[in-house]
């Protein structure tokens, strides 16, 4: 039987309040799109969904999940691909668990996550997990670089009705710290592999007596390719860490860390539970062989370990140790105060690029304790990316917050193709079991890396394949020549990665005769400038690798717009699809209570409708189809109208939520279409539409406030019942008559 035909634009179903929303948007979309004759399909990268699918051998014909990541890594390599991405949850183990258990809940026959595999089975159950936490789904389906950058109509909006700014005072005792030595960042070694040394590698542990174990083999690289090895020596870390505490109860400021414990999902963890060690070390120095016996892991975090410590014969003693150390420490930047959430709680609560950027938007402040705002000692570990949150908060102190109401923008192009730099680096990171050396040995002989190493070190190494840098260099000229603007490749000469990639752009800029219209700079000098640039009105492309697309837009979007989940993502696949992202959901899970609590949903889709609209258009040009031209073009024109006209969702039961956008969206949408005069077709078909929906806005709006202010089932968080999410999501009969 032949495959069933690819839907012209896949939607992904994902978790969390973008999933949720989905519900009422995405039978919108379909609607809309069929008038054009574009299909639109789904496919399940959901943590839940892509558990499901790794352990079929014990679930019912019903139960059972094709695995639509793997099926969509393979469509992103094709020129039909055309993807909606929503943002995912990386899952900590912590966020695995839980959904896992839910799931066992509802009659799944999924086996526990070992959290310490002692037999074969276990161990092969294990590695299924390990596929499934962390940044499991980008790195498959980004085969292409990053075009980010505030929608017009947004960035308009945004300075038109400027968010609030927290002040900045040039004697705030908020600062970055990080590691002067022993990092990931001072311990680099990068090479570019010449055709001698191209194909097969491996990586292998030589412990101080000759024995050789091999971690990881049949690695493969063209010519070309930059590698990257490198290693964070567990004694610097722990050394700096207790002096940090000592430091931030000295200053009499908060102690906070910030990792990136779901992208990087085997060395942030680790070094998250170093944290969790040295803040408590009376507690574990006194009671850590009890605590280990109890399968306390400190990579989970101290809700976890407190969990374990209820359930202990002497947690009573133990948990009097912990609070006796707590109080005898600096006190603790909050993930939330009211809850007792520390930031030491959960390693996927403090996410380095959504928590900093939080951090100096309000002024340099976190909260404490007590529930009140005070200054903080940002903790990041690695230097590699520590200065350009550093610099930020120098720059703030001597000038000022920014006014978004007169600030230009950052755009970004970033190096992530093809598993791109240490983002997809998980397969070859590794927990040094013994004192010796770690190298990569090439086929030819040659050892291209080598260092030595300690038990507890962590390891790791990372590729950048040519292909994707020369993609990447072309399209920030691409980028440059359309916006005319400053642009900067954040690339720092003395770092050894970043040497090797200067060494790409330096001859392309050339090549192309552009090498004047481009600046590089290390990211302490690039945040200055871009920030002055910004500053001044004036706009900036920043060109970075694939941590720093990451950090900087988080950074730059939350202090322009207030968020970065209303950014346009487009990722121009190297085989010519497209794929559009909708920009970041590290407050999903918030949302998400107060929609069960409140059935109010405070989610916004703009991320979505800005990610429709490019898509539509991608669309139109790849399969020839004008009337999906005429689509995206009206996309455009219902975002702005949503935006002009303040139907954005709001925080507050009775207010504006995510399915009164969801509305006038549509409104807008169908008002757009009928109104144009491209395609006669289209306005007939739409101007019904555009009638029905305005002479029932009143009785559409009251239908879906009629919940508010109740509890609202949603019959789970990570596997949701789909009709109770549609009952919740789609209440009003009369706009579902009408859209159908």
Same mark, same amino acid.
């Given at each position: 039987?032949?495959?069933?035909? +690819?839907?012209?634009? =896949? ?28 299909? +639109?399909?789904?496919?399940? =990268? ?31 390599? @094709? ?13 900590? *183990? ?26 074969? /089975? ?23 670089? &990053? ?39 001072? !311990? ?16 292998? #542990? ?20 930059? +590698? ?29 860390? $910030?990792?990136?414990? @779901? ?9 998250? %539970? ?34 374990? +410590? ?25 993930? !939330? ?67 978004? &109401? ?29 004192? %010796?050396? *770690? ?7 040659? *050892? ?34 359309? /916006? ?12 050894? #990665? ?6 790409? *752009? ?23 400038? &871009? ?43 190297? !085989?010519? %699809?497209?794929?559009? /992202?909708?920009?970041?959901?590290? &407050? ?36 020839? !189809? ?20 303040? $139907? ?36 007939? #078909? ?20 009629? %919940? ?33």
């Amino acid at each position: 039987m032949a495959n069933p035909p +690819v839907p012209d634009i =896949i939607y992904t179903k994902v978790d969390e309040a973008p999933q949720i929303a989905s519900a009422s948007l995405l039978p919108i979309i379909r609607h809309f799109a069929s008038a054009a004759g574009v299909s +639109v399909g789904t496919k399940d =990268i959901s943590l839940a969904g892509r558990i499901i699918a790794a352990f079929p051998e014990k679930l019912t014909a019903a139960q059972r999940q094709p695995d639509d990541l793997a099926e969509l890594g393979e469509l992103v390599k @094709t020129p039909v691909a055309n993807v909606i991405k929503l943002p995912n949850i990386s899952a900590s *183990v912590p966020q695995l668990v839980a959904a896992l258990k839910e799931l066992q809940s509802q009659g799944y026959d999924i086996p526990d996550y070992p959290e310490d595999p002692q037999s074969d /089975e276990e161990k092969a159950i294990r590695a299924r997990f390990d596929a499934i936490k962390g940044s499991a789904v980008n790195p498959v389906l980004r085969e292409g670089n &990053s075009d980010r950058r505030a929608a017009i109509a947004v960035k308009n909006y945004a300075k038109a009705n400027p968010h609030s700014m927290g002040k900045w005072s040039p004697d705030s005792k908020t600062c970055v710290t990080t590691m002067a030595s022993g990092d990931f960042r001072s !311990n680099e070694t990068s090479a570019t592999l010449t055709a001698a040394q191209a194909g097969a590698a491996r990586i292998e #542990h030589v412990a101080k007596d000759g024995t050789v174990t091999v971690l990881k083999d049949k690695l493969s690289y063209p010519a070309g390719t930059v +590698v990257d090895a490198t290693f964070m020596s567990a004694t610097a870390l722990e050394t700096f860490l207790a002096e940090q505490i000592e430091a931030s109860k000295r200053m009499g400021v908060l102690f906070s860390i $910030h990792l990136k414990a @779901t992208m990087m999902k085997v060395s942030d963890p680790i070094i998250f %539970g170093h944290a969790v060690r040295q803040f408590l070390k009376p507690v574990f120095d006194k009671h850590g062989a009890a605590l280990a016996a109890a399968g306390v892991d400190p990579n989970s975090g101290l809700g976890a370990l407190m969990d374990r +410590v209820a359930e202990m014969p002497n947690g009573a003693a133990i948990a009097k140790d912990i609070a006796d150390a707590m109080a005898d420490r600096p006190p603790m930047y909050m993930v !939330n105060s009211d809850r007792g959430l520390t930031n030491l709680h959960v390693p996927s609560d403090v996410i380095i690029d959504a928590s900093i950027p939080a951090l100096i938007r309000a002024g340099g402040k976190g909260y404490g304790p007590d529930g009140k705002a005070a200054d903080t000692n940002c903790v990041i570990p690695d230097s590699s990316y520590a200065s350009v949150y550093d610099e930020a908060i120098r720059y703030f102190k001597a000038t000022g917050a920014l006014d978004p &109401s007169t600030a230009g923008t950052v755009q970004n192009v970033g190096l992530m193709a093809q598993k791109a730099e240490e983002y997809g680096s998980h397969p070859t990171t590794f927990l040094i079991p013994a004192d %010796g050396t *770690v190298r990569m040995v090439l086929a030819n002989g040659d *050892v291209l890396h080598r260092h030595t190493v300690q038990a507890g070190d962590i390891w790791r190494a990372a590729s950048t394949r040519q292909a994707a840098i020369e993609d990447w260099v072309k399209l920030a000229i691409s980028r440059q020549k359309a /916006e005319g603007c400053q642009a900067v490749f954040w690339l720092d000469e003395t770092r050894a #990665h970043d040497a090797q990639l200067i060494a790409y *752009v330096k001859p392309m800029l050339a090549a192309a005769g552009v090498a004047d219209k481009f600046i590089i700079l290390a990211p302490r000098e690039a945040t200055r400038l &871009s920030l002055e640039t910004i500053r001044r009105g004036e706009n900036s492309i920043a060109i970075s690798g694939n941590v720093l697309r990451d950090y900087l837009t988080d950074l730059f979007p939350i202090l322009e717009l207030g968020t970065s989940a209303k950014m346009l993502s487009i990722v121009k696949l190297m !085989n010519g %699809g497209g794929m559009f /992202e909708t920009g970041a959901g590290g &407050s999903a899970p918030k949302h998400v209570q107060q929609l069960v609590e409140e059935n109010h949903l405070r989610w916004d889709s703009l991320g979505e409708f800005c990610a429709l609209g490019e898509s539509l258009k991608f669309l139109a040009e790849a399969k020839g !189809n004008p009337k999906a031209r005429v689509l995206g073009d009206a996309v455009d024109v219902a975002t702005q109208g949503v935006l002009d006209n303040n $139907h954005s969702p709001l925080p507050k039961v009775g207010q504006t939520d995510n399915r009164d956008s969801h509305f006038y969206f549509a409104l807008y949408w169908a008002r757009a279409l009928a109104a144009q005069t491209v395609d006669a077709d289209l306005a007939g #078909h739409f101007a019904p539409v555009a009638k029905a929906l305005t002479e029932n806005e009143a009785t559409i709006l009251a239908e879906l406030a009629a %919940g508010q202010g109740k509890p609202a089932d949603l019959g789970g968080y990570y596997h949701t019942d789909d009709a109770k999410v549609a009952a919740v999501m789609r209440p009003s009969a009369t706009f579902a008559k009408i859209i159908g």
